[in-house]
């Protein structure tokens, strides 16, 4: 999807939903430890709002970006985490307001990019759409941890076409941050959306292929169910070996989450 506005338009609706969701939360639930070790919701919003930061940064000032690259690379296996932490240490309110002035900021810098200007990331330079699908995928991805915290279900919505396309798009970087090479041939990928229209991705007649749920592909490349606990199939051994190490997300390999009754 090549119009920056309509992922734009997407994402403010999917960072309404979980603002929604944590608006009213007592001090014990912002508390409440989510799915990813040490973190609370606290730790899942701040690093939201800390990531729109550094997404602002990139669009609107590349060399104060840089820098913080450079801080990122003397300790990149902790950055992150460290930058949640500081963030969930402020008071629900000033962390909440703090989120929402920075996503906000964030949608003016993008939608007043000129055509064709692309960013610099932690990766590969993003253009204004990359940046904006990126940020829904996290909104989503970090929101289903919320949700699980909370014991909330969420209804899924046509925007997990934008994690369903990053998921896909970011297969071979599976293999590369595991230092493998990817397969040379595509795979097929189809998907059955909310509506029960099919999504699909890659050549027709790929000799492999993956099926399956889009809520489901999409909770698999964000690493937020196990595989085992899904209905996501795949046929050819290439394509089953991707979903065992699929990541939508930049960064080192994760940990993924435990079967169910593990």
């Known amino acids: 999807m090549s119009d920056p506005a309509v992922v734009l338009d997407d994402l403010r609706a999917e960072s309404e939903e979980l603002d929604r969701l944590v608006a009213g939360l007592s001090d014990e639930q912002w508390a409440a430890a989510t799915p990813a070790p040490g973190w609370t919701v606290a730790h899942q919003i701040a690093h939201l709002a800390w990531t729109d930061e550094v997404a602002l940064l990139a669009v609107t000032d590349a060399a104060a970006f840089g820098k913080e690259v450079e801080k990122a690379l003397?300790?990149?296996?902790?950055?992150?985490?460290?930058?949640?932490?500081?963030?969930?240490?402020?008071?629900?309110?000033?962390?909440?307001?703090?989120?929402?002035?920075?996503?906000?900021?964030?949608?003016?810098?993008?939608?007043?990019?000129?055509?064709?200007?692309?960013?610099?990331?932690?990766g590969p330079p993003m253009s204004a759409t990359s940046m904006a699908t990126a940020r829904l995928m996290e909104t989503?991805?970090?929101?289903?941890d919320v949700a699980d915290a909370l014991g909330a279900v969420r209804e899924p919505t046509a925007r997990l076409r934008h994690v369903a396309h990053i998921g896909v798009r970011a297969r071979d970087y599976a293999y590369f941050v595991r230092g493998?090479?990817?397969?040379?041939?595509?795979?097929?990928?189809?998907?059955?959306?909310?509506?029960?229209?099919?999504?699909?991705?890659?050549?027709?007649g790929a000799a492999q292929t993956v099926t399956g749920p889009a809520l489901d592909f999409c909770l698999l490349v964000t690493q937020r169910a196990h595989r085992d606990d899904l209905a996501v199939r795949a046929h050819g051994?290439?394509?089953?070996?991707?979903?065992?190490?699929?990541?939508?997300?930049?960064?080192?390999?994760?940990?993924?989450?435990?079967?169910?009754?593990?």
């Not at 930058?83 to 002035?101: I, N, S, T, V």
């Open 74 to 122: 003397t300790e990149p296996d902790t950055f992150v985490d460290r930058a949640a932490e500081a963030g969930a240490w402020q008071p629900p309110d000033e962390l909440l307001a703090h989120w929402r002035g920075g996503r906000d900021r964030l949608q003016q810098a993008l939608r007043a990019a000129p055509p064709g200007s692309r960013f610099p990331w932690y």
């Open 180 to 204: 493998t090479e990817p397969p040379e041939e595509e795979f097929r990928v189809e998907l059955t959306g909310p509506a029960g229209d099919l999504w699909t991705y890659g050549p027709e």
């Open 140 to 144: 989503w991805a970090h929101g289903q």
């Open 237 to 262: 051994a290439d394509a089953d070996r991707w979903l065992d190490i699929a990541q939508a997300f930049a960064g080192p390999a994760g940990a993924g989450r435990a079967p169910k009754g593990a």
